[in-house]
T-cell receptor, first 114, second 115 residues
Framework: AQSVTQPDIHITVSEGASLELRCNYS??????LFWYVQSPGQGLQLLLK??????LVQGIKGFEAEFKRSQSSFNLRKPSVHWSDAAEYFC????????????FGSGTKLNVKP | EAQVTQNPRYLITVTGKKLTVTCSQN?????MSWYRQDPGLGLRQIYY???????DKGDVPEGYKVSRKEKRNFPLILESPSPNQTSLYFC??????????????FGPGTRLTVT
């Protein structure tokens, strides 16, 4: 069965420090990959997406993610975190052979220390 | 403005009292979907619709119904709500058109409490 794993439930980083959020997926082929952010009390906003091509993708708000086929990973990174980045982050996949199905990870809550 | 709207945003109800959460999108998207979000579980797909009159179950469909009579609307129906359906619900839509990468657009969410 398809699954998405975000191994870190909570992460705390200092403002200005770098950030990496991990995401691993289980699927027979490379799916469409997404990262969403959810600020407290808000809906989900798309940060970036990958479906083919360059394995390093750039998103909004200074985020980037790297797809590694050999590791079935799609980790999200930011070189310098801002206090406004405190939120919950979700990795998601959309199956290629059944694009009606979406699978989300359980989320990673990011706290930013001043 | 392109958007997905949901109503109500907050709802407190009692066990067994039928309710409907509405979802509407103005982007002419064929695909729409409902999710529930629970702490530690992320978002789980309840139902989805590929187009008018075409719906199918997601991973957690028990206790829910949907309908798609118009392209823009995709209501979620709880015929007899129970406390385990207390959750945050999201509606989403997307277009399967080439070039969109099937990106989903999400509504603001509906927080449902069943007592």
């Amino acid at each position: 069965a398809q699954s998405v794993t975000q191994p870190d439930i909570h992460i705390t980083v200092s403002e200005g420090a770098s950030l990496e959020l991990r995401c691993n997926y289980s699927y027979g082929a490379t799916p469409y990959l997404f990262w969403y952010v959810q600020s407290p009390g808000q809906g989900l906003q798309l940060l970036l997406k990958y479906f083919s091509g360059d394995t390093l993708v750039q998103g909004i708000k200074g985020f980037e993610a790297e797809f590694k086929r050999s590791q079935s990973s799609f980790n999200l990174r930011k070189p310098s975190v801002h206090w406004s980045d405190a939120a919950e982050y979700f990795c998601a996949v959309r199956a290629i052979y059944n694009f009606n199905k979406f699978y989300f990870g359980s989320g990673t809550k990011l706290n930013v220390k001043p | 403005e392109a958007q997905v709207t949901q109503n109500p945003r907050y709802l407190i109800t009692v066990t067994g009292k039928k309710l409907t959460v509405t979802c509407s999108q103005n982007m002419n998207h064929e695909y729409m979907s409902w999710y529930r979000q629970d702490p530690g579980l992320g978002l789980r797909q309840i139902y989805y619709s590929m187009n008018v009159e075409v719906t199918d179950k997601g991973d957690v469909p028990e206790g829910y119904k949907v309908s798609r009579k118009e392209k823009r609307n995709f209501p979620l129906i709880l015929e007899s709500p129970s406390p385990n359906q207390t959750s945050l619900y999201f509606c989403a839509s997307s277009s399967p058109a080439v070039g969109t990468n099937y990106e989903q657009y999400f509504g603001p969410g509906t927080r449902l409490t069943v007592t």
